[in-house]
């Protein structure tokens, strides 16, 4: 079994550890490495052109996860999880915009001196690059593209929102409660998706001190850690790699045969996930939608190559997905809050796969994604896998 030795071991390749990465790099003296189970699909068209992602669902790109059966739904729900190196922000369509400011105040009221909103900016502003027309923001190494300006739709949807009283907010202020003009995680110069790619064996005493594992040939390796091993593998991988190690719930690991390390409950508990349903609207003739290309329509589809590869504009030169808002929730205790939650929540969006089959309905629609951003739901991961 052959080994290697760094300074930290960041378990997990997703945009947030090439981030940590690329910090901590900033002392020339500690050695860091990344160890991501994915490849580095950095010449992969599809992962590189903005429009292309929804052909990188059930690809070799993602983890193929999906939830456990849904007794309501008699069927499992698809969770994709990016399995490159960008992580889920490799195969996503990549929104980028920051926490509510209450939220994190809130940290800081609870005890956590330091942990204000206004640290928090500082650090974050570190982490990307935003371009708006001549503004560049931000001096992080993910780079970050405003899609402006706004077109029939996004304009619509936002002069739709601020009629009813949710006035358009900056997407990286911290004040939510609006509609929002998205960054996506695009590079400004190539027109291409930015996840900052450029940028545990455990011991008696319950400390990691590495991470064993299997290359593509089928050899064990370990990556010994001189000072810290970061596990920062996503929401499900997460949990997966801490049991497999043998930290979890004692009760689930002896069932599966693992000896336990350190009996922790709480591993792979209180999962909130955003699932989303989707809305589907109709709409007049003379709207322009992106129905033809997601249909896969030849003559469609030759026009988006053709501006993309001419002018790196078009359907494919974004994730088509540029606004949204961030909204309280409706007053379920009362009838008409059940009404109007159960209406968003009414699925009539297709499938993810729809469009790498161009299976879509020929009267133009647009759709709407709605999600629970904050579920209240107990729900948990327990992932294990070999």
Same mark, same amino acid.
């Given at each position: 079994?052959?080994?290697?030795?760094?300074?930290?071991?960041?378990?997990?390749?997703?945009?947030?550890?090439?981030?940590? &990465?690329?910090?901590?790099?900033?002392?020339?003296?500690?050695?860091?490495?990344?160890?991501?189970?994915?490849?580095?699909?950095?010449?992969?068209?599809?992962?590189?052109?903005? *429009?292309?992602?929804?052909?990188?669902?059930?690809?070799?790109?993602? /983890?193929?996860?999906?939830?456990?059966?849904?007794?309501? #739904?008699?069927?499992?729900?698809?969770?994709?999880?990016?399995?490159?190196?960008?992580?889920?922000?490799?195969?996503?369509?990549?929104?980028?915009?920051?926490? $509510? =400011?209450?939220?994190?105040?809130? /940290?800081?009221?609870?005890?956590?001196?330091? /942990?204000?909103?206004?640290?928090?900016? %500082? &650090? #974050?502003?570190?982490?990307?690059?935003?371009?708006?027309?001549?503004?560049?923001?931000?001096?992080?190494?993910?780079?970050?593209?405003?899609?402006?300006?706004?077109?029939?739709?996004?304009?619509? /949807?936002?002069? *739709?929102?601020?009629?009813? *009283?949710? @006035?358009?907010?900056?997407?990286?202020?911290? =004040?939510?409660?609006?509609?929002?003009?998205?960054?996506?995680?695009?590079?400004?110069?190539?027109?291409? =998706?930015?996840? &900052?790619?450029?940028? @545990?064996?455990?011991?008696?005493?319950?400390?990691?001190?590495?991470?064993?594992?299997? $290359?593509?040939?089928?050899?064990? %390796?370990?990556?010994?850690?001189?000072?810290?091993?970061?596990?920062?593998?996503?929401?499900?991988?997460?949990?997966?790699?801490?049991?497999?190690?043998?930290?979890? +719930?004692?009760?689930?690991?002896?069932?599966?045969?693992?000896?336990?390390?350190?009996?922790?409950?709480?591993?792979?508990?209180?999962?909130?996930?955003?699932?989303?349903?989707?809305?589907?609207?109709?709409?007049?003739?003379?709207?322009?939608?992106?129905?033809?290309?997601?249909?896969?329509?030849?003559?469609?589809?030759?026009?988006?190559?053709?501006?993309?590869?001419?002018?790196?504009?078009?359907?494919?030169?974004? $994730?088509?997905?540029?606004?949204?808002? %961030?909204?309280?929730?409706?007053?379920?205790?009362?009838?008409?809050?059940?009404?109007?939650?159960? %209406?968003? #929540?009414?699925?009539?969006?297709?499938?993810?796969?729809?469009? =790498?089959?161009?299976?879509?309905?020929?009267?133009?629609?647009?759709? +709407?994604?709605?999600?629970?951003?904050?579920?209240?739901?107990?729900?948990?991961?327990?992932?294990?896998?070999?």
């Amino acid at each position: 079994m052959s080994s290697v030795t760094y300074d930290v071991v960041i378990i997990g390749g997703g945009t947030a550890d090439l981030v940590l &990465a690329n910090r901590l790099t900033e002392d020339p003296e500690l050695q860091v490495v990344v160890h991501e189970s994915g490849e580095d699909r950095g010449a992969d068209p599809n992962t590189l052109t903005p *429009g292309a992602w929804p052909l990188l669902s059930n690809s070799p790109a993602d /983890w193929t996860f999906h939830t456990a059966p849904q007794n309501d #739904l008699g069927r499992h729900i698809k969770i994709p999880q990016g399995r490159a190196l960008g992580g889920s922000n490799a195969i996503n369509n990549f929104l980028f915009t920051s926490t $509510s =400011r209450a939220d994190v105040e809130e /940290w800081k009221n609870l005890g956590n001196k330091g /942990w204000g909103y206004d640290a928090f900016e %500082q &650090a #974050l502003k570190r982490s990307f690059t935003l371009h708006k027309r001549s503004v560049v923001k931000g001096n992080g190494p993910l780079q970050l593209t405003l899609a402006e300006p706004e077109g029939l739709r996004e304009k619509a /949807w936002i002069d *739709g929102l601020e009629s009813v *009283g949710f @006035p358009k907010q900056d997407a990286l202020s911290g =004040r939510l409660g609006g509609p929002i003009m998205a960054p996506e995680s695009i590079n400004l110069k190539t027109k291409q =998706r930015s996840y &900052a790619a450029n940028a @545990p064996s455990t011991s008696e005493d319950a400390i990691a001190r590495g991470v064993q594992f299997n $290359s593509k040939g089928g050899d064990s %390796q370990i990556i010994n850690a001189r000072k810290e091993v970061i596990i920062s593998a996503g929401a499900i991988n997460s949990p997966r790699i801490l049991e497999l190690s043998g930290i979890g +719930g004692a009760d689930l690991l002896e069932d599966l045969g693992i000896d336990v390390v350190v009996d922790n409950p709480h591993v792979g508990e209180n999962l909130q996930n955003h699932l989303f349903t989707g809305l589907v609207f109709e709409v007049r003739d003379e709207v322009d939608t992106i129905d033809a290309f997601f249909r896969q329509e030849p003559d469609a589809v030759a026009v988006a190559m053709q501006d993309y590869g001419s002018k790196g504009t078009g359907p494919l030169s974004t $994730s088509n997905m540029v606004t949204m808002a %961030q909204l309280p929730l409706p007053e379920f205790h009362t009838e008409d809050g059940r009404k109007e939650l159960d %209406q968003l #929540l009414n699925i009539t969006g297709p499938d993810l796969d729809a469009p =790498r089959h161009g299976d879509l309905r020929r009267s133009p629609g647009l759709r +709407g994604l709605t999600n629970r951003v904050r579920p209240y739901d107990e729900n948990y991961d327990h992932p294990i896998l070999s």
